[in-house]
């Protein structure tokens, strides 16, 4: 495990609205630069960024024209590493977003292996032998592309129908045209990622989040496949980029941590309970008060267990594919839920904005793929000046719009105002921070997640130190009994603090409190 993702505390950015320096309505490197600051200022020390590389912008950049090119609206492959040396200057790192299951159409790979005649793309891509042959049933492909190429066949795709599937094999080859994960031409686009990932490392990326990682090899029902292809990329990596850091789209760390991702994410989709936290229903960090995090813990116990303290599972505040926590919960209960992400083990991503609570928006036209994802993308808001301080541009040349409320959450005002979100995720942050049982790899053990009720307790312990963390969302006093009853010393506590008598822990309504035993 590289040693810098012992305490790492990601902030997601979505380049095309971070910060426009060129007045084109669109972010860029410099952006990102001139804003280094303010992330270290509130506390995070690594940076994951949504791809940027050279594409036509189907789905925002996750349809890679050429891998090795970062896009000029952001900037040249020298902007790019200037940013990676100014990330470093300030102690931080950042990965970049690697699209590894598909390219753009536009790619040159595609074009060549579009070619009748037989060349070294041909088989780069997976390709029926026939135009009338399609892919239907086949897992980890959605659909193809047909009747655009002069060669015979359709091709599959990974995800929209601009996204051609790279061919990294079958998991059992059940066709001429079916490649197997080891065959010469699987392996040779394997190889093809990997000088990628060196390339952008050699230039100082500090590793990557990896776009569908599950979805590689096809036909692969048990994930089996896709292990044992991620071992060998990781065991490249080992040998030449022991300091390079991997994350999963993949949503299941039982696999993921295995294929020797050094983290997965729990995801809006896959069956790890995430949605139970702040995005069902009935949300267990909302103050309604009718959540169920024991359909959450039991999830992520089942993990823990069977990746036995192998790799970090990562919880995000949100990210550019589901709806932000603004809109879904307030300030207040926002601020609980930062209390969660900052006390649990793994790496936190806290997506852009979500630290001062920005608002998903509703009904905007699609952007560049985003459909309904687009109202989680709308320019940061950093101040009360023009565009938000997003940009110079007229506000139609916008990537996106910007919350029209004229109360929307800004960062200048949420910087000083005593008890703002803002302050507050800086706080919890520091904390972390300064106590190693808070960080990625110290053990979580659940001593109070029962089913619909409050509180939630948990504690977190490495070496000498022993943190309890209670957290009660709802809008009603909650009390628990737990094998714990010693008061120790608080460290944190926002909106009351718990505290035992007689044996039963008091938890006020709308409360987090951490505790060192
Ligand atoms: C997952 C990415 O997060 C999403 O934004 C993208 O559209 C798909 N993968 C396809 O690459």
């Known amino acids: 495990m590289p040693k810098w993702l012992k305490n790492a505390v990601f902030y997601e950015i979505y380049p095309q609205s971070f910060q426009d320096t060129n007045g084109d309505g669109i972010g860029d490197f410099q952006g990102i630069i001139d804003r280094l600051d303010y992330i270290k200022e509130l506390g995070c ?4 960024m949504n791809p940027c590389f050279d594409s036509p912008f189907t789905d925002a950049g996750y349809d890679v024209r050429d891998y090795y090119m970062a896009a000029p609206r952001y900037g040249t492959n020298e902007d790019l590493k200037r940013l990676f040396d100014e990330v470093h200057k300030r102690g931080m790192h950042l990965i970049l977003d690697l699209v590894p299951g598909h390219t753009s159409i536009d790619c040159k790979w595609f074009q060549e292996s579009m ?16 135009i009338w042959e399609g892919f239907e049933g086949i897992n980890n492909i959605t659909g193809s592309i047909r009747g655009i190429s002069d060669r015979n066949g359709s091709c599959a795709t990974n995800f929209f129908s601009t996204q051609p599937a790279l061919n990294y094999g079958f998991a059992k080859p059940s066709k001429p045209w079916q490649s197997a994960a080891d065959s010469q031409e699987a392996m040779a686009t394997r190889q093809a990622m990997k000088d990628i990932m060196a390339f952008w490392l050699g230039l100082g990326c500090d590793g ?3 776009d569908m990682a599950a979805s590689l090899v096809k036909g ?26 991997i994350v999963s789209e993949w949503g299941q760390p039982d696999q993921s941590l295995k294929g020797g991702f050094h983290m997965d994410f729990l995801l809006h989709f896959g069956p790890s309970r995430y949605l139970d936290l702040f995005r069902t229903e009935h ?24 990746t036995n303290g192998k790799g970090l599972i990562c919880i995000p505040s949100s990210n550019h594919d589901m709806p932000r926590l603004g809109g879904l919960l307030d300030e207040e209960e926002i601020k609980l839920v930062f209390a969660f992400l900052m006390s649990m083990p793994g790496a936190p991503f806290v997506y852009y904005g979500d630290e001062i609570g920005m608002r998903y928006q509703k009904d905007l036209r699609s952007v560049e793929g985003g459909f309904d994802r687009t109202g989680t993308r709308t320019p940061m808001q950093w101040n009360s000046g023009v565009n938000a301080g997003f940009s110079s541009a007229a506000p139609e040349r916008l990537y996106i719009s910007i919350d029209p409320d004229p109360n929307r959450p800004t960062v200048e005002a949420q910087m000083h105002t005593e008890g703002s979100l803002w302050k507050e995720v800086q706080k919890l942050i520091v904390l972390r921070m300064e106590h190693p049982a808070l960080q990625s790899s110290a053990p979580v053990r659940f001593l109070y997640a029962q ?30 009994n737990i094998e714990i009853t010693d008061n120790g010393q608080v460290l944190y506590s926002n909106h009351g603090t718990a505290f035992c008598e007689n044996g039963t822990w008091n938890v006020p309504a709308e409360s987090a409190t951490f505790i060192r035993l």
């Open 45 to 48: 020390n690594a940076i994951w």
């Open 115 to 130: 070619k009748a005649e037989e060349n070294v793309y041909s088989h780069r891509y997976i390709w029926s032998d026939s």
């Open 208 to 210: 990557f989040r990896v």
């Open 220 to 245: 692969d029902e048990d994930g089996k496949a896709n292990i044992a292809l991620w071992n060998d990329i990781r065991a490249f990596l080992d040998e030449q980029f022991p300091e390079a850091a």
């Open 283 to 306: 949300p267990y960090f909302s103050r309604e008060g009718k959540g169920n995090i024991k359909a959450f813990t039991d999830k992520y116990q089942e993990y823990v267990d069977s």
């Open 451 to 480: 089913e619909h009720a409050y509180p939630f307790v948990y504690i977190r312990e490495q070496e000498e130190e022993k943190i309890l963390v209670l957290i009660n969302p709802s809008s009603k006093d909650a009390s628990c």
